[in-house]
């Protein structure tokens, strides 16, 4: 799902409120969560997951496609943690699918 599928399918069941209302939301939500993110806070949604952020050490990388020894510096990238409602709906769901489309 996309974030424009996200805001017509919201659209979709909020007759009540205008598609751009709802887009306005979507991005302010992703823009919150994206600031929050950016000062080191954790986001909780409970019932769904939470956001963090994890921290790479520097390493010696591998430039695919000459072979030479890259420094990759350390940084902070974002990780997400569902929550034991989401796995167990995730589960229940996946246990229906091929397992192909399960990996």
Partial sequence: M????????????NAHMAPDAVESAVKCM???????????????????????????APRVGR????????????????HFKPGKELRDRVNAKAADLAPDLAS
């Fill in 63 to 78: 430039n695919p496609k000459t072979g030479d020894s890259v420094e990759l510096n350390s940084k902070y990238v974002p």
């Fill in 2 to 13: 996309t974030k424009s599928e996200l805001i017509e399918l919201l659209a979709g069941n």
């Fill in 30 to 56: 992703i823009e919150q969560m994206s600031q929050a993110l950016s000062s080191g806070e954790r986001i909780e949604i409970r019932g769904f997951g939470s956001f963090s952020l994890h921290y790479r």
